[in-house]
């Protein structure tokens, strides 16, 4: 089993920074992807962010220029850096992993964390 752990939410101005970590354990062999997203209430979840395992990245274009997604390999974490933040950034932020596990074969299996709030005062 694997678990994801977000942490570094919480409340900030207008015009603030917060970093978002998500540390991936248990049963691991490799991560593939990481990503982030949000959900704000009322709406649909949506993709803030993405990271291959080779370090290539794609971004929501709300969020472009403002946000960086990173991760360590060696530490099985990703982190998301957010700048000039927006009353409209206000979600749930949550992690997402594709990681690659050994039972009595290889297999892949998609992994959430359980969110962590993000809001942004005007």
């Known amino acids: 089993q694997v678990q994801l752990v977000e942490s570094g939410g919480g409340l900030v101005q207008a015009g603030g920074s917060l970093r978002l970590s998500c540390a991936a354990s248990g049963s691991i062999v490799g991560i593939n992807a990481m990503g982030w997203y949000r959900q704000a209430p009322g709406k649909q979840r949506e993709l803030v962010a993405t990271?291959?395992?080779?370090?290539?990245?794609d971004y929501a274009t709300s969020v472009k220029g403002r946000f960086t997604i990173s991760r360590d390999n060696t530490k099985n974490t990703v982190y998301l850096q957010m700048n000039s933040l927006k009353p409209e950034d206000t979600a749930v932020y949550s992690c997402?992993?594709?990681?690659?596990?050994?039972?009595?074969?290889?297999?892949?299996?998609?992994?959430w964390g359980q969110g962590t709030q993000v809001t942004v005062s005007s």
């Open positions: 990271i291959t395992s080779g370090g290539t990245t």
């Open positions: 997402n992993a594709d990681v690659v596990s050994r039972g009595i074969y290889y297999y892949n299996r998609n992994y």
